[in-house]
């Protein structure tokens, strides 16, 4: 059992960044076996994969829309993931949300993982 809590989130400028955390908490895995994954999700629109890291933190993976802009990594002995995202755009809208996945590798089909936080909001003003 993994429980997961984003935050960070907010209301930025077109340009501006933001730095989002997802504190896990593990009971009978520890959190660093588990990779790690953000999520985001907008206003009709189906959840899409944004970035993943793998349980070392050793592998990345990004969605092309974010590649250059968005920053993923890990910290295993604070049980914390983050999402640093720079260069915002007004599209970057959206609720972010944070997943574990049980996979060797870093996955970005929303099937691959079994946990997920409750979501933080991100807008972005044009």
């Known amino acids: 059992q993994a429980q997961l809590v984003e935050s960070g989130g907010g209301l930025v400028q077109a340009g501006g960044s933001l730095r989002l955390s997802c504190a896990a908490s593990?009971?009978?895995?520890?959190?660093?076996?588990?990779?790690m994954g953000w999520f985001r999700q907008a206003p009709g629109k189906e959840r899409e994969f944004v970035a993943g890291?793998?349980?070392?933190?050793?592998?990345?993976l990004y969605a092309d829309a974010v590649k250059g802009r968005f920053t993923i990594s890990r910290d295993n002995a604070k049980n914390t993931v983050f999402l640093q995202m720079n260069s915002l755009k007004p599209e970057d809208t959206a609720v972010y949300y944070c997943?574990?996945?049980?996979?060797?590798?870093?996955?970005?089909?929303?099937?691959?993982?079994?946990?997920w936080g409750q979501g933080t909001q991100v807008t972005v003003s044009s």
């Open positions: 997943a574990a996945s049980s996979s060797v590798v870093v996955t970005t089909s929303t099937l691959e993982y079994d946990y």
């Open positions: 593990a009971s009978g895995r520890t959190f660093n076996s588990y990779a």
């Open positions: 890291i793998s349980w070392r933190g050793g592998s990345t």
